[in-house]
C-alpha cells in the first residue's frame, strides 16, 4: 500500500450535491491527519485536522477509520467556491513524523 | 500578520544555470520545509531543517541544496536546472519537527520555469 492514496477523481457534481472522498495511508502509527485544499496554481491551506474519530466544521465532515486505516472528508451542501483540490495528508512514522501529501483530488461543483 | 513569504513567485531560469529560492517567516517556526509539486502531483518533501539541523529525503537529487542562515530565512539552491526541475516549490513551517496539530503553513509556492 502506498504512503497515501486517494481517488484522483475528477469528481463534478451540482451545486447542492453531498460529495465524500476517500483516503488511504499505510503506517499504522499515524496519529493525526490532515485535509488540505489547494486551489489551481496556488499553496495548499489547511481545511481540517482530524485526531481522533473525526472532526466536524460547517458544512465539512472528517472521519477517521484507523483499523481499516482510512480517513474520509464530506462535503455537504456543494458550492460553487467548493472547487478546488483535496489533499490527504498523512504523518510519516518515526520521531520526524513529516506530512507526505497525497496527490489530491479534484472537485467541480456545476451550477 | 505573520506569515510565511517565498520570493519570487515566478522564477525562469536558463537550462543549466544555478537558481535560488528564498523562504522567509515571521512566525519564529522551529522547523522550515521545501516541497517539489510537479502539475497533478501530490507535494514532495525534498528537505527540511530543524533548527539548523538539516535534513535531507533519501531520494532528493543532489542538484538540490538548501541552506538556512537564521531562523528566518531558507534558501532552495538548484545547482543545475534540468527542464524536468520545472515545478512549482513550496516552503512550508512548523513550531515543531513531528505530529503537530496545526498541519504546516504554507508560502504562496515559487513556480520555476525552466527554458
Known amino acids: 500500500r502506498k504512503e497515501v492514496e486517494q481517488d484522483p477523481g475528477p469528481f463534478n457534481v451540482p451545486e447542492g450535491a453531498t460529495v465524500a472522498f476517500n483516503c488511504t495511508y499505510s503506517n499504522s502509527a499515524s496519529q493525526s491527519f490532515f485535509w488540505y485544499r489547494q486551489d489551481c496554481r496556488k499553496e495548499p491551506k489547511l481545511l481540517m485536522s482530524v485526531y481522533s474519530s473525526g472532526n466536524e466544521d460547517g458544512r465539512f465532515t472528517a472521519q477517521l477509520n484507523r483499523a481499516s486505516q482510512y480517513i474520509s472528508l464530506l462535503i455537504r451542501d456543494s458550492k460553487l467556491s467548493d472547487s478546488a483540490t483535496y489533499l490527504c495528508v498523512v504523518p510519516r512514522g518515526g520521531s520526524q513524523g513529516n506530512l507526505i501529501f497525497g496527490k489530491g483530488t479534484k472537485l467541480s461543483v456545476k451550477p | ?115
Open chain 2, 1 to 115: 500578520d505573520a506569515m510565511v513569504i517565498q520570493n519570487p513567485r515566478y522564477q525562469v531560469t536558463q537550462f543549466g544555470k544555478p537558481v535560488t529560492l528564498s523562504c522567509s517567516q515571521t512566525l519564529n517556526h522551529n522547523v522550515m520545509y521545501w516541497y517539489q509539486q510537479k502539475s497533478s502531483q501530490a507535494p514532495k518533501l525534498l528537505f527540511h531543517y530543524y533548527d539548523k539541523d538539516f535534513n535531507n529525503e533519501a531520494d532528493t537529487p543532489d542538484n538540490f541544496q538548501s541552506r538556512r542562515p537564521n531562523t528566518s530565512f531558507c534558501f532552495l539552491d538548484i545547482r543545475s536546472p534540468g527542464l524536468g526541475d520545472a515545478a512549482m516549490y513550496l516552503c512550508a513551517t512548523s513550531r515543531d519537527p513531528g505530529v503537530t496539530n496545526y498541519g504546516y503553513t504554507f508560502g504562496s509556492g515559487t513556480r520555476l520555469t525552466v527554458v
